[in-house]
C-alpha cells in the first residue's frame, strides 16, 4: 500500500483549493489557447493540489473520493478556464477507468511504486 501524500486531505479541501485557481487560471486562459492545453505551470498546480489523485485507489496513494467531489472539482476549474477543466476531467479521470477496468497486476504496474 502508498500512503497518500496528504492522508487526511477532504474533498471540501480539494474544492477549496480549485476555486483558489481560478485567478491563475483565468489569466493563463489566453496561453492555454495558443497552446491547445493547459500549461506546464497549471500541470503542475494539479500535481500539488492532488487533483490527479482524487479517483485514485487509496492502496496506490490516491484519495479514493467518488465522482461528486471529483466532478466538482472540475466544475470549479472550468469556471476559471473551460479548456482546462474539460482537459482536466479527461486526464484525471483515466485513472478510474484503470481501477475499474484492469486486473491487480495491471494496475501495479501502473501505479508504480509511488503512485505516479
Do not use: N
Amino acid at each position: 500500500m502508498i500512503a497518500a501524500p496528504e492522508p487526511g486531505l477532504t474533498e471540501r479541501e480539494l474544492i477549496d483549493r480549485a476555486v483558489a485557481l481560478r485567478p491563475a487560471l483565468l489569466e493563463r486562459q489566453p496561453e492555454t489557447e495558443r497552446l491547445t492545453r493547459y500549461p506546464k505551470d497549471t500541470h503542475d498546480d494539479f500535481l500539488r493540489a492532488g487533483f490527479y489523485r482524487i479517483l485514485q485507489p487509496r492502496r496506490y496513494g490516491g484519495y479514493e473520493f467518488g465522482l461528486p467531489a471529483f466532478y466538482r472539482v472540475v466544475t470549479e476549474i472550468a469556471r476559471g478556464c473551460p479548456s482546462t477543466g474539460w482537459a482536466l476531467s479527461l486526464t484525471a479521470a483515466h485513472v478510474l477507468q484503470v481501477a475499474a477496468q484492469f486486473e491487480e497486476r495491471a494496475q501495479d504496474e501502473i501505479f508504480g511504486d509511488d503512485g505516479e
